[in-house]
């Protein structure tokens, strides 16, 4: 079975200061890792995914996050929050090896205050 | 329109009544995904298309879900004898292979209330 935590429910940062948004993963096997956003009234957007390679991975509007394999963690950065960013941020891991099913955390909810 | 389209955007129905829920996935997209996201819940998978076929149902909630893809394109959700369990924020995704490193791309979602 495949997992993904999502530690904290909301995170509350100052615009211009970094920001990291947490996620755990278990799975099986080796993993595909994603996030998304949602805005309100609307359906989740793609910003990043792991696949191979660099454990860096930098996706849309300047986040970027990093995988750990020892620490099973994929937490998601942006070196300078803005006031658009807030949103509600999902992390997701699919197991390379078995089945189709995209599993997801809980969502942390992400507000930047000017 | 690029983006995945889904139909209607609010559907409010009595207990014990049918709904069919209606996606409209990028177009040229092989794989099509159906996820419920309910309050406090999170998002949870219910059922994946590869093509007309679900090699993957495992997610539906019980027999009253069921779900078809016509022409490798359009799908439509069935909810039948609808409880107010079932209330949520339907979505539907579509990537344009099904390997498992691609990137799902989301419909706005249907929200049910069942009263």
């Given at each position: 079975a495949q997992s993904v935590a999502q530690p904290e429910d909301q995170v509350n940062v100052a615009e211009g200061n970094p920001l990291t948004v947490k996620c755990t993963y278990s799975v099986s096997g080796n993993p595909y890792l994603f996030w998304y956003v949602q805005y309100p009234n609307r359906g989740l957007q793609f910003l990043l995914k792991y696949?191979?390679?660099?454990n860096l991975v930098k996706g849309s509007y300047g986040f970027e996050a990093e995988f750990n394999k020892s620490q099973t963690s994929f937490h998601l950065k942006k070196p300078s929050a803005l006031v658009s960013d807030s949103a509600l941020y999902f992390c997701a891991v699919r197991d390379r090896?078995?089945?189709?099913m995209l599993t997801f955390g809980g969502g942390t909810r992400l507000m930047v205050k000017p | 329109g690029a983006g995945v389209s889904q139909s209607p955007s609010n559907k409010v129905t009595e207990k014990g009544k049918d709904v069919e829920l209606r996606c409209d996935p990028i177009s040229g997209h092989t794989a099509l995904y159906w996820y419920r996201q309910s309050l406090g819940q999170g998002l949870e998978f219910l059922i994946y298309f590869q093509g007309n076929s679900?090699?993957?149902?495992?997610?539906?909630?019980?027999?009253?879900f069921s779900a078809e893809r016509t022409g490798g394109s359009v799908s439509t959700l069935t909810i039948q004898r609808?409880?107010?369990?079932?209330s949520a924020v339907y979505l539907c995704a579509s990537s344009l292979?099904?390997?498992?490193a691609s990137e799902q791309f989301f419909g706005p979602g249907t929200r049910l209330t069942v009263l």
């Open positions: 696949i191979t390679g660099d090896n078995a089945g189709n | 679900a090699p993957d149902k495992s997610g539906l909630p019980s027999d009253r609808t409880q107010q369990e079932d292979v099904s390997g498992r």
